[in-house]
């Protein structure tokens, strides 16, 4: 395996991390202080988001079997960081602020990286 393949699979796991531990989490907290109608969303998309780690790790796993998967997930990674950014221009930064730019910053940064090493590394 080549390094450009390496940081491409350091960088799903990553995403894999992030996602099924955020995954679980939010289904299990949903949505405090709001309607049953914004719950039910937030959990239903806490699935989507659990399953999409799952999807990551099994990419990071399978690597070497890898092509255009690698660049759907960097593009699923890169949408869920430009809705981040649609919120904060229409409803502001959530507080704790340093937290939110926390998940934002990797959200638009990792894609590229992943997407860029899978393809050199092919």
């Known amino acids: 395996m080549t390094i ?13 991390a992030i996602a099924i531990f ?15 109608r914004l719950d039910n969303v937030h959990r239903f998309m806490a699935g989507v988001y659990l399953a999409t780690g799952l999807i990551c790790l099994w990419a990071g796993v399978t690597i070497l079997q890898q092509g255009f998967l690698v660049y759907l997930l960097s593009l699923g990674i890169l949408l869920g960081g430009i809705g981040r950014l649609v919120s904060i221009a229409k409803v502001g930064l959530p507080k704790p602020t340093a937290v939110w730019l926390a998940y934002l910053i990797p959200e638009l940064v990792l894609p590229f990286v ?8 092919n």
């Open 4 to 16: 450009s393949q390496h940081i491409a699979q350091i960088g799903l796991f990553l995403v894999a």
């Open 22 to 36: 955020g995954g679980v989490l939010q289904m299990v907290l949903g949505q405090p202080d709001t309607s049953p």
């Open 114 to 121: 992943i997407a860029g090493a899978h393809y050199a590394g």
